[in-house]
T-cell receptor, first 117, second 111 residues
Framework: GAVVSQHPSWVICKSGTSVKIECRSL??????MFWYRQFPKQSLMLMAT?????????EQGVEKDKFLINHASLTLSTLTVTSAHPEDSSFYIC?????????????FGPGTRLTVT | GEDVEQSLFLSVREGDSSVINCTYT??????LYWYKQEPGAGLQLLTY?????DMKQDQRLTVLLNKKDKHLSLRIADTQTGDSAIYFC???????????FGTGTRLKVLA
């Protein structure tokens, strides 16, 4: 149980275009989903926290107009990188927390590698 | 601020024990976690410890927590080549569900 999927697993796009990444909880309802970015040989940096049906909360330094997050249902959150540039190339990982009160664990997706050319 | 520090590299011989260390600064953390990341892959939860515990053992894994020194360690017994990966510790602050990840330790197991 507690499986999180991401789609696509990798994507290459041209500079200036937008890319949408999906994060799904397959066998549980996720009240909260988190989006992380990981640069090569570095740790995961939390970008934003999204709660179903409400606006995402972005971490300091993360541009909300560039990284659009939608959490329209209890099983799906999307991250759209708008007007992507080469510096946005990174490994994007989502995680989901169950809706059970006190559920502290985050379940991580396999990640999406974005390359902007 | 919250900072979770780990040593960058660790190299051990197959069959030896590995000890990966982590120091954190948020004393209000409720849970502390250890994750494993293989190249190009997502994160795999190895184990976690509740902040009121000193030790937790799970098969080859032993977690030690020293709250006074804000020090967490992961011991892997009988390390195998398949254990080669990056290991991240993470904490979640009290009252939040956000994780703060450590800098990661790259474990290399020599045959």
């Amino acid at each position: 149980g507690a499986v999180v999927s991401q789609h696509p697993s990798w994507v290459i796009c041209k500079s200036g275009t937008s890319v949408k990444i999906e994060c799904r909880s397959l066998d549980f309802q996720a009240t909260t989903m988190f989006w992380y970015r990981q640069f090569p040989k570095q740790s995961l940096m939390l970008m934003a926290t999204s709660n179903e049906g409400s606006k995402a909360t972005y971490e300091q330094g993360v541009e909300k107009d560039k990284f659009l997050i939608n959490h329209a249902s209890l099983t799906l959150s999307t991250l759209t990188v708008t007007s992507a540039h080469p510096e946005d190339s990174s490994f994007y990982i989502c995680s989901a927390r169950g809706s059970t009160s006190g559920d502290h664990e985050q379940y991580f997706g396999p990640g999406t590698r974005l390359t902007v050319t | 601020g919250e900072d979770v520090e780990q040593s960058l590299f660790l190299s051990v011989r197959e069959g030896d024990s590995s000890v990966i260390n982590c120091t954190y600064t948020d004393s209000s953390s409720t849970y502390l976690y250890w994750y494993k990341q293989e190249p190009g892959a997502g994160l795999q939860l190895l184990t976690y410890i509740f902040s009121n515990m000193d030790m937790k053992q799970d098969q080859r894994l032993t977690v030690l927590l020293n709250k006074k020194d804000k020090h967490l360690s992961l011991r892997i017994a009988d390390t195998q080549t398949g254990d080669s990966a990056i290991y991240f510790c993470a904490e979640n602050g009290s009252g939040t569900y956000k994780y703060i990840f450590g800098t990661g330790t790259r474990l290399k197991v020599l045959a």
